[in-house]
Each structure stands twice: as C-alpha cells, then as structure tokens.
C-alpha cells in the first residue's frame, strides 16, 4: 500500500492563479513527519517545509501555504498567485518516527505543476 | 548555504561494469542517504547510513550495491555489476540528525547523478 498519494499527476494552471496540490499519507505510527519538496527541470530536490505530528498549525510562508489536517490524513500545499518559476514536481513525503530509525522518507508519485504566463 | 555535492552529474556505463557514485554531505551532517529516482517515477529510498554503518536498507539495495564513508567527507554509492535496469538518478542526502527523536530534521539532497547503463 502506498504510505503517500499524490493523486494529481499534472497541473496547468495559468499565471496569478492559486493552485493547490493534495496529499494524503498513511501510517500507523502516532509520531511522524511530513515534507515536501520541489523538483524543479534542473532535476535538483529542494526541500520545502516540513511538519510534525502533534502541530496541526496551518503554515504560511510567503505565497506558499500548507494544510495539514490529521482527521482526513492530508497534507495539501497551496500556491497562491502562481508564477512561471513555480513550474516543477512537487513531492510529498513521509517519515515514520518507529522502526526506520534514521527518517527513512517515503515519497509519493509526484504532482508536475505547469505554471503558463 | 552548505550544500551536498554529488559527482559525476551524469555517469554512462555498459551493462556489467562496476560504477561509484560519489557525495560530499554537508559538513556537520551525520546521517547519509541514497535515494534513486527512475526516470517519470517517484523518489525510492535505498540505503541509509549513521556511524560508518547501515542502519537501513530497502529491498532495492541487494548485494550489488554498497556503500562506503572512506574518509571524513566522501560518501560513495558503488554498484558491482549494473543492469539496465539501474538507470537513473541517484540522490545522495545528509542530515544533521536522525533517530526517531530528530527524524523530522529535514534532508538536504545534492542535485543527483543521472546513470545511464547501456
């Protein structure tokens, strides 16, 4: 079974527009963390932001934001006035806090997000 | 900003041959990682590596593949004998701490060695 879903595979959204790109996670630990990170053409991994467990606090930063909510197991990222550089993969990825002792991250399929001028 | 260093950038090796990736994790780092990424696919972990011993590794990572810290900087990814199959970015990644407390520290990952086995 798939520990992250990212079930969008591609995105067009035309410059200015707010996007937001889903995550859904599933684990059975109680202590775990969660990421995302940016793969731009370049073909680099950037990371993002990262959240824990126990802080449902939404996060703002910049045009970036994040919803994480653990009742529906999602962690969705939403870009507001979207921009021609945000053009990348995004990935969602999962770290279980027992068993994989050194954050062994799992990551879902990816979401391509094309941003047209 | 420190950052990983991973070289070649891109590697080309026929079938069979053995190849070694290397990185250069970040300076205080002390937990290192090899990820893989098939091209169109999503990022799979390989091997993880704390105190000049594997501390996990995933079904991907058989007997043809090793890894080795031979110095204070390099962390190399060697596979024995490639397969075709073996095409595809490899991604090295280190964080400053790990374990169960600090795995949410986040992983920084150098910009990949794309393999190409013909």
Known sequence: AQKVTQAQTEISVVEKEDVTLDCVYETRDTTYYLFWYKQPPSGELVFLIRRNSFDEQN??????????????????????????????????????????????????????????? | EPEVTQTPSHQVTQMGQEVILRCVPISNHLYFYWYRQIL???????????????SEKSEIFDDQFSVERPDGSNFTLKIRSTKLEDSAMYFCASSEMGGIIYSNQPQHFGDGTRLSIL
């Open chain 2, 40 to 54: 169109g696919q999503k990022v799979e972990f390989l091997v993880s590596f704390y105190n000049n011993e594997i």
């Open chain 1, 59 to 117: 996060e703002i930063s910049g045009r970036y934001s994040w919803n994480f909510q653990k009742s529906t197991s999602s962690f969705n990222f939403t870009i507001t006035a979207s921009q021609v550089v945000d053009s990348a993969v995004y990935f969602c990825a999962l770290s279980e806090g027992r068993g994989s002792t050194l954050g062994r991250l799992y990551f879902g399929r990816g979401t391509q997000l094309t941003v047209w001028p």
